[in-house]
DNA sequence: TGTTAAACGGAGTATTACTCCGCATATTCA
DNA sequence: TGAATATGCGGAGTAATACTCCGTTTAACA
């Protein structure tokens, strides 16, 4: 599939340059609230013109997805990491505690992710999936090892993590997430042996 | 506070009955997945002028708001009759339920509240506030007779319902949703007398 | 250091949000 | 019932924002 050509030049140094600052001021507006923020002046703050964005990111969605796929991977990616360090069950209670505090404390999902979820629905459908890998593996892991029900779904609980982020505001929010992560998982262990 | 004024003439009635034409055609629209649709077609589907649209509803967010929380009024309406028909736990359980069939199957909510949420923030701050109260009733209820743990938050409960419907595409999403309450219900149990 | 493909910039166009005000009509009251 | 008037209507006009197009610039390679 998706065959590489014969890439007859190295990718030029300013485009990635540009795409990269674009990136930065974007998940710096969207962490800061300006979720509204005009295309133009992302495009003014990065120090390029216009035309510039759209052709890295040919919609406002198409930025926003960028954005939130970066931090995405870097979520999935501490999964193997705590099952390597923890029993099953406290690597996942890990895990999901990691969810709250990178990706809704520094809210840059949750904002920015709104408007895209009406849309095309193509954004959950594709950085999903690494998520849902990662979730998986804990999961499956604590159901292994006999602590969870075998009939958990790991997307579940997915879901219920993702509505906090959107919940996120307020004084005393996070202690709450945390309190939601621990109900998540003593709902989800197997009945007293 | 808000004084009422000395009302010296009835509200006229084609004024109302043009606001509820324009709610009902939102309703339908976002329920039909048409988030983004121009506020012109909006009020041309309604049979009025772009004036009279703006009259009603001062920008695109007072609209969705205004559609928002006439379901959510609907919503926590219902929970003191489910309160006063199960005992506490199944009405919450029946309650939550009624949560899922009705804000997010319907998908009045989940497509419409994005964009609202990163904005002001204004609509959680006020139609939150009958949710609250509907499950704070229940909740309180079941920790009253002794089957939820004393120091389980409503909030937290409503936020993980939140977020459920906020992924609600997908087949098998509604059992999805099912399951997650079942678990959020196990969870906040006592632990076994 | 010349050639060339890749990337840039920003003026221009399209679309959508929102305003303003002259006109129409429902309500009230004599 | 008909005149008076506040209330609401309509839609042309303005503002803001999304997105395109193409002549110019520049990094990569030989």
Redesign the interface.
């Known amino acids: 599939m998706t065959d590489v050509k014969k890439s007859r030049r190295r990718p030029r140094s300013d485009g990635q340059r540009n795409r990269e600052q674009l990136l930065d001021v974007a998940k710096t507006a969207f962490t800061m609230?300006e979720?509204?923020i005009p295309l133009d002046e992302v495009a003014r703050r990065a120090g390029v013109g216009i035309g510039t964005l759209y052709r890295h990111f040919p919609n406002r969605d198409a930025l926003i997805e960028a954005v939130y796929r970066a931090e995405l991977d870097r979520l999935a990616e501490a999964a193997p990491v705590l099952a390597a360090q923890h029993p099953p069950v406290e690597a996942l209670r890990a895990w999901m505690r990691l969810f709250v505090d990178y990706i809704a404390a520094k809210q840059v999902i949750?904002?920015?992710?709104?408007?895209?979820?009406?849309?095309t629905?193509a954004l959950?459908a594709h950085s999903g999936d690494v998520l849902k890998a990662a979730v998986n593996s804990l999961v499956s892991a604590a159901i292994a090892a006999g602590e969870f029900r075998a009939?958990?779904?790991p997307?579940?609980?997915l879901?219920?993590?993702?509505?906090?982020?959107?919940?996120s505001?307020g004084p005393g929010w996070e202690s709450?997430?945390k309190?939601?992560v621990?109900?998540?998982?003593?709902?989800?262990r197997s009945l007293?042996s």
């Open positions: 609230g979720v509204d949750a904002p920015a992710l709104n408007g895209l979820v009406g849309g629905g959950y009939d958990i779904e997307l579940d609980l879901r219920a993590l993702a509505g906090v982020s959107n919940f505001a709450s997430a309190r939601l621990d109900i998540l998982i003593a709902g989800s007293a």
